[in-house]
């Protein structure tokens, strides 16, 4: 079982800087492919960012590439999205989830946090 618990979210303005963290429970962590996904209102649910269990292979969704960096650091169970270059249409609830496989898909991830409200104004 492990826990996630986002934080770092907040109201910025377009082109401004975030950095979204995710802390997790549990020993196993470091064996668990990492992702962020997001929601905005009346929207589904979207692939963000993606971090394999050892930190070396990275995938973005096009609409954040070159703006945003996700990392991990193992010995702190926690994964971070660097977000810069913030725009309106970043504006969402952002979800940080664990699963076994290196997928784009949210259905291949067994564990959720709570998400993070990110509001970038114009």
């Known amino acids: 079982q492990v826990q996630l618990v986002e934080s770092g979210g907040g109201l910025v303005q377009a082109g401004g800087s975030l950095r979204l963290s995710c802390a997790a429970s549990?020993?196993?962590?470091?064996?668990?492919?990492m992702a962020w996904f997001r929601q905005a209102p009346g929207k589904e649910r979207e692939f963000v960012a993606l971090?394999?269990?050892?930190?070396?292979?990275?995938f973005y969704a096009a609409s954040v590439k070159g703006r945003f960096t996700i990392s991990r650091d193992n010995a702190k169970n926690t994964v971070y999205l660097q977000m810069n270059g913030l725009k309106p249409e970043d504006t969402a609830v952002y979800y940080c989830?664990?699963?076994?496989?290196?997928?784009?898909?949210?259905?291949?991830?067994?564990?959720w946090g709570q998400g993070t409200q990110v509001t970038v104004s114009s």
């Open positions: 549990g020993r196993t962590f470091s064996s668990y492919t």
């Open positions: 989830a664990a699963g076994g496989a290196v997928s784009y898909n949210s259905n291949s991830y067994l564990y």
């Open positions: 971090i394999n269990w050892s930190g070396g292979s990275t």
